[in-house]
């Protein structure tokens, strides 16, 4: 089954402790993206990627970082997570724009 | 640049209601445009699409129609189900590059 996987789907830590969360499609699709969803502001781009080795901000990067070293995997790191980053986060991936994108179901992140 | 605007929500519907969405959008050139579905707890899922001018995208009973002319793309349905209380999201993707940009999302609850 086509699909973007991310792992875990829910996640609460401390502030400070560095985190990492997983997004692997097994479409061979070349761009991948990480959003995250808060009530009222709807999606906002944190990352995207158009092939290995090649990312650039989105609209908020700020306290994140990504990574592209296999075309299947994009994960998302959080060095020292902050209060302000618990949302709701997507990761996204997509063949050409004609297609759209396809949504993992999502991970609820809780820093306290 | 780009952007979508929606209509505010939260939407209350009865069920067999008529259902429209509104959806305008600022961008360059000829974007692709989508119609993305939430349900409570889950992921994104394309509900439709159109790629260009006076286009119709369908799905589900779910209609809406590329107007240029306006920059529109409004999301329409005939009777609304109880089952078709979600997250609504309309979305563009310029014709150059692969970024997605997203309206901020419209609540809609059918009530029996």
């Known amino acids: 089954e086509a699909q973007v996987t991310q792992n875990p789907r829910y996640l609460i830590t401390v502030t400070g402790k560095k985190l990492t969360v997983t997004c692997s499609q097994n479409?061979?699709?070349?761009?991948m993206s990480w959003y995250r969803q808060d009530p009222g502001l709807g999606l906002r781009q944190i990352y995207y990627s158009m092939n290995v080795e090649v990312t650039d901000k989105g609209d908020v990067p700020e306290g994140y970082k990504v990574s592209r070293k296999e075309k299947r995997n994009f994960p998302l790191i959080l060095e020292s997570p902050s209060p302000n980053q618990t949302s709701l986060y997507f990761c996204?991936?997509?063949?050409?724009?004609?297609?759209?994108?396809?949504f993992g179901s999502g991970t609820r992140l809780t820093v306290v | 640049g780009n952007s979508v605007t929606q209509m505010e929500g939260p939407v209350t519907l009865s069920e067999e209601a008529f259902l429209t969405i509104n959806c305008t959008y600022t961008?360059?050139?000829?974007?692709?445009l989508f119609w993305y579905v939430q349900y409570p707890g889950e992921g994104l899922q394309l509900l439709l699409k159109?790629?260009?001018?006076?286009d119709k995208g369908s799905n589900k009973g779910f209609e809406a129609t590329y107007r240029k002319e306006t920059t529109s793309f409004h999301l329409e349905k005939g009777s609304v189900q109880v089952s078709d209380s979600a997250v609504y999201f309309c979305a563009l993707i310029p014709n150059t590059g692969n970024q997605f940009y997203f309206g901020t999302g419209t609540s809609l609850t059918v009530i029996p």
């Open positions: 479409m061979n699709h070349e761009y």
């Open positions: 996204a991936s997509s063949r050409n724009s004609v297609d759209g994108y396809t």
């Open positions: 961008a360059t050139g000829y974007p692709s």
């Open positions: 159109a790629t260009k001018a006076d």
